[in-house]
């Protein structure tokens, strides 16, 4: 199914007040490429938190940390075990499938796990599903809720550690960005790209924040250097969020006296009480 985005900027069309909507974005788009030059050409400090990567760039100076070791990939597999096993049990493919993973847990056995918290209870727990559900020819409500009651606080430890292994790589390798440019907290902006897995993009968000809010004037706010790249897929994306927030930042300062004013869907806040009204009256 191909349905595809309408341009609205000529909209009202055929009236003089289409032609001053197309003239504002004409203008604003002309600020974008401005402040695409800034980033660009190294005014701007940018540290994209990215794959297993932190990135960052100013101007042609661009450094890449890696972040994530294997422990913190193997850990969070770990947490994906039983979510996998649960999905087989519900939806399998054929019958032989949920024997063909009970298989694959044996051999997984032989791995080491001596710096993986749980692992072997966890897999303890999806061989024993996976065994129920050949027995049964099908998945069990109460032998699934049982399973998930067992292994919640095991996959808690293991993204408690997954989140230590981030806090400890991610935090030195910020400080030594930090060392090592001339921006200051004014003109340096973080983005965590958006990747398949949105549970995940908290964490950095939030490391992101302190480290930001740590080391910069406590005028500044936070909230304003810090964001998340919804469906980013690199640096470019990156580039036209920051990009963004800067011309939005021009007309806030203008027109609200804030510079994280269009910092979020200022149609959507006023909205607020006539949507309350309208659900009155329906009612």
């Not at 994906?80 to 032989?96: G, T």
């Not at 056995?109 to 727990?125: A, C, N, T, Y």
């Not at 406590?218 to 640096?235: M, S």
Request: glycine share 6%; net charge negative; charged share 25%.
């Amino acid at each position: 199914m191909t349905i595809e985005m309408e341009d609205t900027e000529h909209q009202p069309s055929g009236l003089e007040l289409g032609k001053w909507n197309q003239w504002f974005h004409h203008k604003f788009r002309q600020r974008l490429d401005w402040h695409r030059q800034r980033i660009t050409g190294g005014e701007i400090l940018l540290i994209v938190r990215m794959d297993s990567r932190l990135i960052s760039c100013q101007g042609e100076k661009i450094a890449s940390y890696e972040i994530n070791s294997s422990t913190y990939h193997s850990l969070k597999a770990i947490s994906h075990l039983p979510l996998a096993c649960c999905l087989s049990a519900l939806f399998p493919d054929s019958p032989q499938e949920w024997h063909e993973l009970e298989q694959s847990l044996v051999e997984l056995k032989q791995m080491d796990s001596h710096h993986l918290p749980g692992f072997e209870s966890v897999m303890s727990q999806c061989r024993l599903l996976l065994q129920q559900c050949q027995a049964r020819q099908g998945a069990v409500y109460q032998d699934l809720k049982e399973m998930a009651q067992r292994v919640r606080p095991l996959i808690a430890g293991a993204l408690q550690q997954a989140a230590e292994d981030e806090i400890n790589q991610l935090v030195p390798a910020l400080d030594e960005i930090a060392g090592q440019t001339s921006a200051d907290r004014a003109h340096t902006f973080m983005v965590v790209m958006g990747g398949h897995q949105p549970r995940y993009r908290e964490l950095s968000k939030l490391i992101f924040r302190r480290w930001f809010e740590e080391n910069a004037h406590p005028l500044l706010n936070f909230h304003h250097h810090v964001h998340f790249c919804e469906g980013g897929q690199g640096i470019d994306d990156a580039v036209e969020l920051v990009a963004r927030v800067l011309a939005n930042q021009e007309l806030s300062e203008a027109f609200l006296q804030s510079a994280v004013g269009l910092d979020q869907d200022v149609l959507g806040i006023v909205a607020k009480r006539t949507i309350d009204n309208y659900w009155l009256r329906r009612e």
